[in-house]
């Protein structure tokens, strides 16, 4: 279900304006470190939606760290979502500002309390991401493709609508197209971090599709890079292509005051990354495929035609 029912409107928060700047500059910082693709594409967003975006990429970047990257490992991560939680319900309510002395991540929530307020994005939305993060706590298996396209939405899917609130989406009919542009850029980087998330214990790749062409976890864990393997890589290309495809359809819905480019930049240079993999043989384990500041210069124009097309034209070929 795409909308959010039961959502109610938080309470007023506001700061003054050079305690606003020195939040949302902390927001970017942490983007800007974390998140090179989304950086890059957001210079793109005007001001004030560029500002919005750091701050909920930060929000979302800080719960990711609390299961993957965690700085207190003392404390269980189960317990950090929770507590991650808590925080969610305390933005959402009656939020103080923070103090003079406390770090950037903190800054970086006064940023968030503010942008969910302007640009009205539920509550639900991120309730749902967190519980996301908790599934990679509790399931490391997926047996079907329609196993992992719901983990997809969690992580992902429900980012494309929380975008939505930020750039500014009138047309309700375009927010499924969000949630696959959001599911295609999960599943692109299950494609990328194969090898990574095996280290971590997880296996993202469906049971069925890797049944169905022959490649086994012990293959996987050995690294193998066979013709049962290449097959089975492709075959999931090929379905993260369709979702940008069909994802693509939506973004005409966009404002067309930098926000329609900047989605379909982060669209065309994170698709790229499946080029990529194809580039190197798809080998998956011998390197991690990304694409350099060059790299995604070069996808711009393609970006630009996919923010000319209008709806019912011809998809050009971008992805």
């Not at 979302?60 to 269980?76: I, M």
């Amino acid at each position: 279900t795409l909308p959010v029912e039961g959502d109610v409107s938080p309470p007023p928060f506001s700061l003054d304006a050079q305690r606003e700047r020195i939040a949302f500059a902390a927001a970017g910082r942490i983007c800007r470190r974390h998140a090179r693709s989304f950086h890059f594409a957001s210079h793109f967003l005007p001001r004030a939606k560029r500002h919005h975006a750091y701050a909920v990429y930060a929000f979302c970047r800080l719960l990711d760290d609390a299961v993957d990257e965690p700085d207190d490992r003392a404390t269980p991560v189960e317990r950090r979502i929770e507590r991650f939680a808590r925080t969610l319900d305390a933005v959402y309510g009656d939020w103080r500002p923070a103090g003079p002395r406390e770090g950037p991540e903190r800054l970086a929530l006064d940023a968030f309390a503010i942008s969910v307020r302007r640009c009205a994005i539920p509550i639900g939305y991120f309730r749902d991401l967190a519980e996301g993060c908790r599934m990679d706590l509790e399931i490391n298996r997926y047996e079907t493709w329609a196993d992992l396209e719901r983990y997809c939405y969690r992580v992902a899917g429900v980012v494309g609508l929380i975008m939505c609130g930020v750039f500014g989406l009138e047309d309700e009919s375009a927010l499924n197209n969000a949630v696959q542009m959001g599911n295609a850029m999960q599943l692109t980087n299950i494609l990328r971090d194969v090898k990574e998330d095996y280290h971590r214990g997880r296996i993202y790749l469906p049971r069925e599709d890797m049944d169905r062409f022959g490649y086994g976890e012990s293959d996987l864990a050995a690294g193998k890079v066979n013709d049962a393997f290449r097959g089975l890589i492709r075959f999931e290309i090929a379905r993260a292509r369709d979702l940008y495809a069909r994802a693509a359809d939506g973004l005409a819905a966009l404002p067309d005051d930098g926000s329609r480019f900047t989605a379909c930049a982060m669209a065309v240079i994170y698709a790229g990354i499946l080029g990529a993999i194809e580039r190197q043989g798809l080998d998956v384990f011998a390197r991690r495929a990304r694409l350099g500041p060059l790299a995604k210069l070069l996808r711009l124009p393609a970006a630009y035609r996919l923010s000319r097309r209008r709806p019912g034209e011809a998809l050009p070929a971008v992805f």
